[in-house]
């Protein structure tokens, strides 16, 4: 059972800046950030691969946010980085992981996620 364990997130003005970060316990083939706003679908926002350090960015965020990795203290921690902010960016984030091959690119395809940590953007 991998447990994650996310910290970041709260409440900036539109134009700003939060970096989340989330803890792995043990290794994962990948790890990134979902999202969800009330009523819409969890849609995803960054992923990572362990071996390769490809990345994926939803369009909406391209540009503003960067996702990156941290293997210190033998701790998988990704790492996510959103500047300029806007309101349609307010939503609960999930920290996502899979453990096992195969795509991160689907909430289907996730295997833990964390608790979630709310953004709240304000204009």
């Known amino acids: 059972q991998v447990q994650l364990v996310e910290s970041g997130g709260g409440s900036v003005q539109a134009g700003g800046s939060l970096r989340l970060s989330c803890a792995a316990s043990?290794?994962?083939?990948?790890m990134g950030w979902f999202r969800q706003a009330p009523g819409q679908e969890r849609e995803r926002v960054a992923t990572?691969?362990?071996?390769?350090?490809?990345?994926?960015?939803a369009d909406s965020v391209k540009s503003r946010f960067t996702i990156s990795r941290s293997r210190a203290n033998v701790k998988n921690t990704a790492i996510l980085q959103m500047n300029s902010l806007k309101p349609e960016d307010d939503a609960m984030y999930y920290c996502?992981?899979?453990?096992?091959?195969?795509?991160?690119?689907?909430?289907?395809?996730?295997?833990?996620w964390g608790k979630g940590t709310m953004v709240t953007i304000s204009t």
């Open positions: 996502a992981a899979k453990i096992g091959g195969g795509s991160c690119d689907t909430s289907g395809r996730i295997d833990y």
């Open positions: 043990e290794y994962t083939y990948c």
């Open positions: 990572i691969y362990t071996n390769t350090e490809g990345k994926f960015y």
